[in-house]
C-alpha cells in the first residue's frame, strides 16, 4: 500500500469518527483487546481513561486514535489489527482499504461483480415476445365472438373427476355459460 499505519490512520480517523457502526460496546473491544494483549500501548490506567462512559462514543474513539498515532507505527498497526478482529465490515470499508482494492491492476486481478437476477441467458426480446404473444391470445379470447359456448361443454366434462367443490364451481360456470347465448 505504500502508506505507513499512521498516515492510514490519519486519513480514515473521521470514518471512524462518523461509523454509526463503531458503538460503546465495540469501542470497549478494541480498547480491552489493545490493553491486555498489548500493555506498552495502552496501560491500564490510559485504558480506564478511554473506556469512561461519560465521554461520547466519538470524542472517545477520537481520542484514542490521536494516542494511538503519538505512540507510534506498532500501536496503529495493533489498532487496525484489533479493529480486524472485531469489526471486519467497518474495516473493510475504510477508505484506504477501498482505495487499496480500486487501485489493484485490473489485468492481474479482473472484478468479478455478482450478477444479482439473472434469469437465464435469454435477452429481453425474447420476454417481449412471450408478453405480446401473452396479451394477443388474451386480446382474442375476450374478443372472440363464441368465446364460451365450445369452451362451457369442456368445462362441465372436466368436472367429472374433480372434488365436490370444484365440480360445483365448473358446472355453474358451464350452465350460465350456455344461457347466455
Known sequence: MGDSFREQLTEDRIFLKADRRLDTEIVDKLILQLNRIYPQILTDKEATKFRNLDVPTS????????????????????????????????????????????????????????????????????????????????????????????GSRTLGMAALGLKRKAQEVLVWYAEESLTKY
Open 59 to 150: 470524542v472517545c474513539l477520537g481520542e484514542l486514535l490521536t494516542h494511538l498515532q503519538g505512540k507510534g507505527e506498532e500501536a496503529c498497526r495493533e489498532f487496525y489489527r484489533a479493529l480486524h478482529l472485531h469489526v471486519e465490515e467497518v474495516y473493510y470499508s475504510l477508505p484506504t482499504r477501498l482505495r487499496l482494492r480500486d487501485s489493484l491492476d485490473p489485468l492481474k486481478f479482473p472484478r468479478v461483480t455478482p450478477q444479482r437476477h439473472v434469469l437465464n441467458e435469454r435477452g429481453p426480446l425474447f420476454f417481449m415476445g412471450c408478453f405480446t404473444f401473452v396479451v394477443g391470445m388474451a386480446f382474442f379470447y375476450y374478443c372472440s365472438e363464441a368465446k364460451v359456448t365450445a
